[in-house]
């Protein structure tokens, strides 16, 4: 992988609290995504950035926000957590080629459980 | 914009005899396309990946995929199924040419017995 890694592995929290979610890469590219993942689904786009400070909203943005102060950090905040939000949250990075991001790089992945 | 159909959800073969994992994709234009595999309690990982170079395209673990744009389809195979190759196969487009989103298909188990 792309020395990609996730913080926690594994939370449980309950309904209405506030839960922040760290992505990590060592490869310094450009692009950093995350996506929830739920059965039959497939993976869904929460938000991705293409830079420092620049984020845009996925298909499933209501209810997460996030930040990237610096290239190797993206964090996803879930700004109160709701059962809907239990999945498993996946970051993701690219590098770019000829300007456009090129393949993605996935982490290990976070198994979030709202109560 | 772009779909990804992923026509079979689970996909069950016997050790040694071929898989055939089917994607169909929707684009306005030839689009670069990948396959990721996901084993249990992983993060996903490329399998091969489709650019336009060539239209038959070999991966990793013997894997590989053929991009038919008169059928839109991009299919993944392998000749000779192992046991560790049972995981859920993604199949991923882009979802425009410079966002860098992907669009995933829902995903196809494959389950490989003995």
């Known amino acids: 992988d792309a020395g990609i890694t996730q913080s926690p592995r594994h939370k449980v929290t309950e309904t209405g609290t506030p839960v922040t979610l760290r992505c990590h890469q060592t490869?310094?590219?450009?692009?950093m995504y995350w996506y929830r993942q739920d059965p039959g689904h497939g993976l869904r786009l929460i938000h991705y950035s293409y830079g420092v400070k620049d984020t845009d909203k996925g298909e499933v943005s209501d209810g997460y926000s996030v930040s990237r102060s610096k290239t190797e950090d993206f964090l996803l905040t879930l700004e109160s957590a709701t059962s809907s939000q239990t999945s498993v949250y996946f970051c993701?990075?690219?590098?770019?080629?000829?300007?456009?991001?090129?393949?993605?790089?996935f982490g290990p992945g976070t198994r979030l459980t709202v109560l | 914009a772009q779909s990804v159909t992923q026509l079979d959800s689970h996909v069950s073969v016997s050790e040694g005899t071929p898989v055939l994992l089917r994607c169909n994709y929707s684009?306005?234009?030839?689009?670069?396309l990948f396959w990721y595999v996901q084993h249990p309690n992983k993060g996903l990982q490329l399998l091969l990946k489709?650019?336009?170079?060539?239209?038959l395209v070999k991966g990793i673990n013997g894997f590989e995929a053929e991009f038919k744009k008169s059928e839109t389809s991009f299919h993944l195979t392998k000749p000779s199924a192992h046991m560790s190759d049972a995981a859920e196969y993604f199949c991923v487009a882009p979802f425009s040419s410079n966002t860098g989103k992907l669009i995933f298909g829902q995903g196809t188990t494959l389950q490989v017995k003995p």
């Open positions: 684009s306005s234009y030839s689009p670069s």
């Open positions: 489709y650019t336009s170079a060539a239209t």
């Open positions: 993701a990075t690219a590098p770019t080629t000829s300007g456009s991001p090129n393949e993605q790089f």
């Open positions: 490869e310094n590219h450009r692009y």
